[in-house]
């Protein structure tokens, strides 16, 4: 079946770089999908990946894929507590509905 | 055009009232899906439409849950005799077919009592 997993909890110094990892179980997935949210609010596109990548960068994010073992990671550059959030990684095929995890919690402490 | 908009933000309800939340998708995107999300949890999937047909429902859509979206914009989703059961956060989310990116609404906050 279809599962997405991630850590619960990420706490990081101001300015230090951040790693947020997930693994997925369903290898016919298309697109990776990395989004924040914030309390009370909606989810905010962070970026994706399609699934013939292995990396994508996009200013302070990176994004790694590692197909053969089902594993994505949100790499997050110089982190602010701005970055403060809740980090959901997602998958989907094409034209289908998203599955999410259950979020990872990021805490940025000065 | 300032994204997806979602109404109310926020319901109250009693147990066994009807609620209908809407959601104006961005303007040209064709797809349009809602999502329950329970706290502590990732959004789940409830329905999906292309254009005014709705494509895919989750088992999670009781039968007391139905939505539509009669002219392809938008779309509405009711629940009848809500529970307490049902207190969530209902986010709608749209996408352009070619661009298979889905940009998520702020979210309707249910609570019933």
């Known amino acids: 079946g279809e599962d997405v997993e991630q850590s619960l909890f990420l706490s990081v110094r101001e300015g230090d770089s951040s790693v947020i990892n997930c693994t997925y179980t369903?290898?016919?997935?298309?697109?990776l999908y990395w989004y924040k949210q914030e309390p009370g609010a909606g989810l905010q596109l962070l970026t994706y990946?399609?699934?013939?990548?292995d990396m994508k960068q996009d200013q302070r994010l990176t994004v790694l894929l590692n197909k053969k073992d089902k594993h994505l990671s949100l790499r997050i550059a110089d982190t602010q507590t701005g970055d403060s959030a809740i980090y959901f990684c997602?998958?989907?095929?094409?034209?289908?509905?998203?599955?999410f995890g259950t979020g990872t919690r990021l805490q940025v402490f000065p | 055009d300032t994204g997806v908009s979602q109404d109310p933000r926020h319901k109250i309800t009693k147990r066994g009232q009807n609620v209908t939340f809407r959601c104006d998708p961005i303007?040209?995107?064709?797809?349009l899906y809602w999502y329950r999300q329970t706290l502590g949890q990732g959004p789940e999937f409830l329905t999906y439409?292309?254009?005014?047909?709705?494509?895919?429902k989750s088992r999670l859509l009781s039968d007391r849950f139905s939505a539509e979206r009669p002219k392809g914009s938008f779309s509405t989703l009711e629940i009848q005799r809500t529970e307490q059961g049902d207190s969530a956060m209902y986010l709608c989310?749209?996408?352009?077919?070619?661009?298979?990116?889905?940009?998520f609404g702020p979210g309707t906050r249910l609570l019933v009592l």
């Open positions: 303007s040209e995107h064709n797809r």
């Open positions: 997602a998958e989907s095929k094409v034209a289908d509905k998203l599955i």
């Open positions: 990946i399609f699934s013939n990548m």
């Open positions: 989310a749209s996408s352009f077919e070619v661009e298979e990116t889905q940009y």
């Open positions: 439409f292309q254009n005014e047909a709705q494509l895919e």
């Open positions: 369903d290898s016919s997935s298309t697109y």
